[in-house]
Nanobody
Framework: QLQLVESGGALVQPGGSLRLSCAAS????????IGWFRQAPRKEREGVSCISSSGGNTKYADSVKGRFTISRDNAKNTVYLQMNSLKPEDTAVYYC?????????????????????WGQGTQVTVSS
């Protein structure tokens, strides 16, 4: 069973920063593209950012461009989402998801249906 564990969610004031982590257990992320998604109450799940297995390709939703940065540390088997200049509209449960590609692939997607395995999510609340 491929397990992903998200962490780093918290209550933060507008303008603040958080770093989310997505760690894999009992398998290596080297061959996987990874996406970050979020779902706010009464809204559909939204693709936030994704990164290819090579790490050389990334993509962001327009709503987070310039504020969020995705990165991966294969040695730590972890993917990060650095979130700066947070806004109340960033409030949501954030999920990471994976899809196996090949080693050093450029493939990735912001479409949730492309991914095969999901973590349980971590709550991010931006409020004063």
């Amino acid at each position: 069973q491929l397990q992903l564990v998200e962490s780093g969610g918290a209550l933060v004031q507008p303008g603040g920063s958080l770093r989310l982590s997505c760690a894999a257990s009992e398998f290596t992320l080297d061959y996987y593209a990874i996406g970050w998604f979020r779902q706010a109450p009464r809204k559909e799940r939204e693709g936030v950012s994704c990164i290819s297995s090579s790490g050389g390709n990334t993509k962001y939703a327009d709503s987070v461009k310039g504020r969020f940065t995705i990165s991966r540390d294969n040695a730590k088997n972890t993917v990060y989402l650095q979130m700066n200049s947070l806004k109340p509209e960033d409030t949501a449960v954030y999920y990471c998801a994976i899809r196996r590609t090949t080693y050093y692939s450029s493939l990735m997607s912001l479409e949730s249906t492309w991914y095969t395995n999901w973590g349980q999510g971590t709550q991010v609340t931006v409020s004063s």
